[in-house]
């Protein structure tokens, strides 16, 4: 899924003429510290972006151009994959940044809510299934086999993410979202290979458990 596809937040930008009050005005009415400006002379060809703490401690003047009291900073590429630009965002504790595309033009704003959401459908949280997390020791890590397994058993995977070995956890350990509402013949073929199950679900997940699921993987692409 890549951001072109999935951006919706257009807010009107600022022009390099703009001032500072009227910048100041268009921050608070969409919410924003940061926002983007666009060329006077071009339109809608991405020049930089105002920060709300910067441009106020700059240009005490409401009256003065923004642009003096902006740069370029951190964009989001329209071409970006959501997983890409979710890593950008939480890295840098940004809870929205603008869009821009190959050609330079600024195609909109991309806020955390809207990308939880989007990675919410990438990996089909809200699609009927079931759930089962299978744990390896780095030197047995790989996927094929896992997935033979799986598939053998006449079972379609829906997601499957791998997470590393951190300080808490010394294996690799792959949830895997499935299709059926049984998971015994999956469980027992995993056993037989010698597979340790940590996890097998078949619960509904709510809205807000969505949510929460979502904002954890987010966090997780920042490790």
């Known amino acids: 899924m890549l951001i072109h596809e999935i951006i919706e937040n257009r807010p009107e930008p600022l022009h390099t003429t703009s001032t500072v009050s009227e910048a100041v005005a268009a921050m608070q009415v969409a919410g924003l510290r940061y926002y983007p400006i666009v060329s006077e002379q071009y339109s809608d ?9 910067d441009i106020q401690n700059y240009t005490p003047d409401g009256q003065s151009e923004v642009e003096k009291g902006a740069g370029y900073g951190l964009v989001i590429r ?4 959501v997983l890409e630009a979710a890593h950008i965002m939480l ?7 603008p869009v821009v595309a190959p050609d330079g033009m600024y195609v909109g704003i991309l806020s955390k ?9 990438l990996l089909n949280l809200g ?6 997390m299978v744990e390896l020791k780095p030197r047995d890590f790989m996927l094929s086999d896992i997935i033979r397994i799986i598939e053998s058993e006449g079972a379609r995977i829906l997601t499957l993410t791998v997470q590393s070995p951190d300080a808490i956890n010394e294996n690799y350990r792959i949830s895997v979202k499935l299709n059926l509402d049984d998971l015994s013949r999956v469980g027992s073929a995993l056993r037989r ?5 940590s996890i097998e679900s078949a ?6 458990e969505l949510s929460d699921k979502a904002d954890a993987f987010m966090r997780f692409l920042d490790i």
Not at 46 to 51: C, D, E, P, R, T
Not at 78 to 81: A, C, E, L, P
Not at 193 to 197: A, D, E, N, P, R
Not at 203 to 208: G, H, I, T
């Open 45 to 53: 060809v991405f020049v930089g972006q105002a920060s709300l703490d």
């Open 193 to 197: 290979y010698g597979y340790l199950i």
């Open 91 to 97: 890295s840098n504790k940004r809870n929205s940044l």
């Open 127 to 132: 699609d009927p299934g079931t759930l089962i």
């Open 113 to 121: 809510p809207q990308l939880i959401e989007s990675i919410t459908r």
């Open 203 to 208: 619960a509904e997940l709510s809205d807000d």
């Open 78 to 81: 329209s071409s970006m994959h």
